[in-house]
């Protein structure tokens, strides 16, 4: 799955885009389902009983796009802060660890 991200920036910087934006919102979407606690299920890294084992995905991907394109493209990524579902996660504030998650990738927005 990683291949597939890496493969898909690689041609859209081959494309002449301006950036990225990795798309984690909406929980209906492969990475906003890995962050909405109830809809994964996992038991292993990425397990859904923690934001941190919930966020390991996406910091995963952001991680292997940034190795594939450096720093030629800003990285934005776009997480939904509430989704009006009973168990879903609220990020209605930013906290220290999502600002260090985000610096770690070096992504620009979050």
Same mark, same amino acid.
């Given at each position: 799955?990683?291949?597939?991200?890496?493969? /898909?920036?690689? =041609?859209? /910087? $081959? /494309?002449?885009?301006?950036?990225? $934006?990795?798309? #984690? #919102?909406?929980?209906?979407? &492969? &990475?906003?389902?890995?962050? +909405?606690?109830?809809?994964?299920?996992? @038991?292993? $890294?990425?397990?859904?009983?923690?934001? =941190?084992?919930?966020?390991?995905?996406? &910091?995963?991907?952001? +991680? +292997?796009?940034? *190795? $594939?394109?450096?720093? /030629?493209?800003?990285? @934005? &990524? =776009?997480?939904?802060?509430?989704?009006?579902? #009973?168990? +879903? #996660?609220?990020? @209605?504030?930013?906290?220290? *660890?999502?600002?260090?998650?985000?610096?770690?990738?070096? @992504?620009?927005?979050?």
């Amino acid at each position: 799955m990683f291949d597939l991200f890496k493969a /898909a920036v690689r =041609r859209a /910087a $081959e /494309a002449g885009y301006d950036g990225i $934006e990795l798309h #984690a #919102a909406h929980g209906y979407m &492969l &990475l906003g389902s890995f962050l +909405a606690p109830q809809r994964n299920r996992r @038991t292993d $890294e990425y397990r859904g009983n923690s934001l =941190r084992g919930r966020i390991r995905i996406v &910091l995963d991907v952001l +991680a +292997a796009i940034r *190795s $594939e394109i450096g720093n /030629a493209l800003p990285i @934005t &990524l =776009r997480i939904s802060g509430y989704e009006r579902i #009973a168990g +879903a #996660a609220r990020f @209605t504030k930013p906290r220290k *660890s999502h600002r260090n998650s985000s610096r770690r990738v070096w @992504t620009r927005f979050m």
